[in-house]
């Protein structure tokens, strides 16, 4: 009887757990610090206090539709995700995307080409040698992951800011000419939204005036509404997630960690303990290379590492 | 050996009734988020002793829904049919949006179509997907002769952001004009949206920016075609949506407080400013509140739990309007009794406390559009 019940059990979670051991548990090799990070070294923290249990998340967000090749794409979106279990605390630190730093594998570039040139080791790396932080775990998610989880929670409530309006929106998802253009308009107010207008939402910048800064903050809202969505989520309801997310999704965080980690994902519910950081003026300025942005790290780095010990 | 034969083929069942049950025990314990939302014609008819008066217009999924006496009717297909409101004479304004552009419409109240009033998409030979336009929120003046919407007009390359206009019923955008200045402030935030005409003005949404650079909403009222107006609410409020009652003396609308909360509040409003704010609604994500013609009360769609599609939600006058307290009994001085002596008052009792009026749910599996206003026809 138990041995046809653990039958039917594990042909129920088979399917899932082979999608998740593909992109759950990433071998990440990072390189070691390079010598330009000696340039950046950083600013002592003050008290650094030990906090039990906490660790660092590196979010990557990625255009992978077919203007890329294979794994050589832009991270649009880096956010530096730091959880501290026992204060119940989460703290997100946006980081431009066009920033212009040297990359751990080697030369000085914006900071999104560093998943491009060495994929998430490099991209690990060059936050963690720029930034003075330790990444423990990176997850990296392409254009139909975001609207792929999404959907597979069942849409999440936003009250969005403002109408985003954007008539150069790209048209390059399901698509054979991936260098077109769409129009989208993302009414205000508070809505519920599927994948594709929540990916709409996060990933329009040419009608802010804050450009990546006004996404960034876009994008912290929607994955605060993804972490309360998923608070509703059972295990039972992992394979119908693998399966819906596919190979959309590639981390480090195995899966026996992943299973830590919802529960603990549940205990955070005071919005007052989760700090919302974007890095605009007077943290970065324009004026460097190819459109990028300067990082003013005599301001960012004691901010960086009050948050990120 | 028969018997041993029966057993075995009793186990192999067994064991495959419970493994199949197993696993159908697990799929049935999975969570209900990602259950698709139910058409509003196919959801079982809710029992209610409450009955909304008049009909109440709402959209789902592109397609527009009469509501009255607890039964939806659907008078459109799925077609991107949105944001409702009634003209004078008794039809709806209403937007149809496609993927690049969105137009406004009048259309009796059984679904059909009388009349289309702008034509935002591109020129046919145009390849620029900027040349498109939308109107969203469109709203006909009380005298029938104007209709008012939020049009996306002028541009500046990629700065889109949506003004106040006006067109005459009758005629075109050609012959509009601009109520606002959405780029009076610093752009790039939408503009301004979903207009209402009042007396001496309209009452719209401005959203503009904070000195963190944040996008917060203020209801703006202006008198005058090009002019700037005149703000109405804070920007530490951060409220949209509104909607003018009935006796057009109190508005309703959303505000947020900067923060991911949506709560229904309502100031009474004369003259193009509005007065003391109360909060009706404040542990929900409130979104659209319309008026009952009749005033009974207020309207609105929120998610009838965490993080779920928006339901309908009626909330009573008496919550806002709370019955006067009866008139004390003052004690009265007996004929022929002792002058000035007063007569033993009775124990004072402590006047009841009315139970707190709760919205009532009138829908529960819906997917309504949020984006989307409720007109709502005596």
């Known amino acids: ?309 | 050996m028969i018997s041993r034969f029966f057993l075995a083929v009793f186990l192999a069942v067994l064991m495959l009734v419970v493994g199949v049950s197993s696993y159908l025990f697990l799929y049935g314990r999975q969570s209900k988020v990602a259950v698709a939302p139910t058409k509003p014609t196919a959801a079982e008819p809710t029992p209610h002793a409450f009955v909304l008066p008049g009909t109440l217009y709402i959209t789902q999924s592109g397609a527009l829904y009469s509501y009255s006496y607890g039964r939806f009717h659907q008078l459109t297909g799925e077609d991107g049919w949105m944001q409702p409101s009634l003209t004078p004479d008794g039809n709806l304004l209403i937007v149809h949006r496609s993927g690049f552009y969105s137009d406004v419409f009048e259309m009796n109240r059984y679904g059909r179509v009388l009349r289309q009033l702008t034509n935002n998409a591109a020129p046919r030979r145009s390849y620029d997907t900027g040349d498109n336009h939308w109107s969203f929120y469109p709203m006909m003046t009380a005298d029938g002769r104007t209709v008012f919407m939020s049009y996306d007009q002028p541009k500046f390359g990629y700065e889109v952001d949506m003004g106040i206009w006006s067109m005459p019923t009758f005629g075109s955008i050609t012959r509009g004009q601009l109520w606002s200045d959405q780029y009076a402030e610093i752009g790039y935030t939408g503009g301004d949206i979903q207009p209402i005409p009042v007396p001496g003005g309209v009452i719209f949404t401005k959203y503009d920016r904070n000195p963190d650079g944040s996008i917060i909403g203020q209801l703006w009222f202006t008198n005058r075609p090009g002019s700037f107006g005149k703000a109405l609410t804070s920007p530490g409020e951060d409220c949209r949506e509104p909607a003018l009652s009935p006796g057009k003396n109190y508005i309703a609308m959303i505000c947020t407080y900067g923060k991911q909360i949506a709560n229904l509040v309502i100031a009474p409003y004369g003259g193009g400013s509005i007065g003391a704010r109360q909060a009706v609604i404040t542990d929900q994500m409130v979104a659209q509140p319309q008026w009952a013609p009749d005033g009974s009360g207020i309207a609105y769609l929120a998610p009838a739990l965490p993080d779920a599609p928006f339901q309908l939600f009626f909330i009573s006058s008496l919550a806002y309007f709370p019955p006067a307290p009866s008139p004390v009994p003052t004690p009265s001085v007996i004929p022929g009794g002792p002058q000035g002596t007063p007569a033993p008052s009775p124990s004072p009792s402590p006047a009841p406390t009315p139970a707190p009026v709760k919205a009532i749910q009138m829908t529960s599996s819906l997917g309504l559009d949020a984006t989307s206003t409720l007109a709502w026809a005596p």
Request: charged share 15%; hydrophobic share 40%; net charge neutral.
């Open chain 1, 1 to 309: 009887m138990a041995l046809a019940a653990a039958s039917g059990s594990l042909s129920y979670f088979l399917p899932a757990a082979y999608l998740a051991f593909q992109s759950t548990g990433q071998n990440v090799v990072v390189p070691s610090p390079s010598p330009t990070s000696l340039l950046f070294t950083p600013t002592p923290s003050p008290s650094p206090v030990v906090q039990s249990g906490a660790f660092t998340v590196l979010l990557l967000g990625s255009d992978d539709d077919s203007k890329f090749s294979g794994d050589h794409v832009l991270t649009q979106s880096m956010i530096l995700v730091r959880v501290i279990p026992s204060t119940k605390q989460v703290i997100m630190l946006s980081i431009p995307r066009d920033l212009w730093v040297p990359l751990s594998t080697g030369g000085s570039y914006k900071i999104d080409g560093a998943y491009s040139y060495g994929g998430a080791g490099a991209a690990i790396a060059t936050v963690q040698e720029n930034f003075g932080v330790h990444v423990n775990y990176y997850i990296w998610v392409g254009l139909l992951g975001l609207i792929r989880v999404i959907d597979a929670i069942g849409g999440i409530d936003v009250v969005t800011s403002n109408p985003v309006l954007d008539d150069y929106y790209p048209l390059d998802i399901n698509t054979k000419s991936p260098y077109g253009y769409s129009r989208i308009a993302v009414l205000a107010g508070p809505q519920h939204l599927d994948g594709v207008h929540a990916l709409q939402y996060v990933r329009s910048r040419h009608n802010d005036l804050q450009s990546d800064f006004g996404r960034s903050r876009r994008q912290q809202q929607v994955l605060l509404a993804i972490r309360q969505k998923a608070k509703q989520l059972s295990p039972e309801d992992i394979p119908t997630l693998a399966n819906a997310i596919g190979g959309e999704i590639k981390t480090n965080i195995s899966i026996g960690q992943v299973g830590a980690m919802l529960p603990l994902a549940a205990s955070f519910d005071n919005p007052d303990a989760i700090q919302q950081i974007v890095l605009a003026s007077p943290y970065t300025r324009g004026g460097a290379p190819n459109g990028s942005l300067y990082g003013n790290w005599g301001l960012i780095l004691p901010l960086v590492h009050r948050w990120f010990p």
